[in-house]
């Protein structure tokens, strides 16, 4: 038990989040083979290795050619949320790979003065979401979250067996990179706004999952979220005040474009700082 709990103490926030996503996955996984079939579950699971490996070796053909100080384990968290986000219904593993190209472009190419403007799975999903909108004919499925309301049937309930892992990563992962006044100012002022306006009402379990989820992993990411707590309490409202605003006036896939702008004003506000 002790070697265990010294391996668990050597590792990082990133290691602890990788592990999180990786169940999440596996759940996902498991899921589609229960709800759709097995010809489903083992399509979505070829997909996830496929792109997986893809990932890996575009990650390392960038770094040697373009900037070395970009960390692998960093791209394996990125391309596990892709994967989360992913249709499992989709048959065009093309666009998988379309997707994972744009977020390397992200992380090696969007930059201002060294500096990384976008989340890079932010910027993804937003980029796919855009392209769906001004050139239907691609047919490009718009990303989104719903794909993280992993439920299974249990005595005749869909239960939500992600809350677990998703409620101990906001717990104890965030808290490791000390981003819990952005994660919870996020999840509470979402959840108020969204209840409070009636934009949430189709199914507010769902959006429950998705909120704790991106709270828990997505908005966090320490390079694009700020340091310090009161500017952590004002980035976590400003981007429920554009999510519940976005999804009031039917934007598609809302909630996506709301981080993307969020990103945008969080990066110019800090420059303008330094």
């Known amino acids: 038990m002790r070697k265990i709990g010294k391996v668990f103490k050597s590792l990082t926030a990133y ?15 498991v899921s589609v083979f229960i709800t759709e079939g097995q010809d489903e579950g083992i399509h979505f699971a070829m997909l996830g290795v496929g792109l997986i490996v893809i990932s890996t070796g575009i990650h390392f053909g960038f770094s040697y050619l373009f900037d070395r100080s970009k960390k692998y384990l960093h791209s394996l968290i990125s391309t596990f949320l892709i994967i989360l986000m992913l249709s499992h219904a989709d048959p065009e593993p093309v666009r998988g790979i379309m997707v994972i190209l744009l977020l390397y472009v992200a992380k090696f190419f969007i930059k201002y003065k060294g500096q990384n403007i976008f989340n890079p799975v932010v910027f993804t999903i937003g980029t ?54 952005l994660a919870l100012s996020f999840i509470l002022t979402s959840l108020l706004l969204g209840f409070y306006l009636e934009v ?37 409202v400003v981007m429920a005040l554009f999510i519940a605003a976005l999804t009031k006036l039917n934007v598609p896939n809302s ?20």
């Open 200 to 236: 949430y009402q189709n199914d507010p379990f769902s959006y429950l999952i998705i909120f704790l989820f991106i709270g828990a992993a997505v908005i966090v990411e320490p390079k694009t979220s700020p340091i310090k707590w009161k500017h952590q309490l004002i980035y976590g």
């Open 128 to 181: 796919v979401t855009l392209l769906a909108l001004v050139i239907p004919s691609l047919g490009i499925p718009p990303m989104d979250f719903t794909g993280i309301d992993i439920r299974f049937p249990i005595m005749g309930m869909n239960v939500p067996l992600t809350l677990l892992p998703i409620t101990l990563a906001l717990l104890f992962n965030v808290a490791r990179v000390k981003r819990h006044p």
């Open 15 to 29: 290691h602890h989040f990788l592990v999180f996503l990786i169940i999440l996955t596996v759940l996902k996984i």
């Open 255 to 274: 909630i996506v474009i709301a981080l993307l702008l969020a990103n945008i004003i969080f990066f110019f506000s800090k420059s303008d700082k330094n």
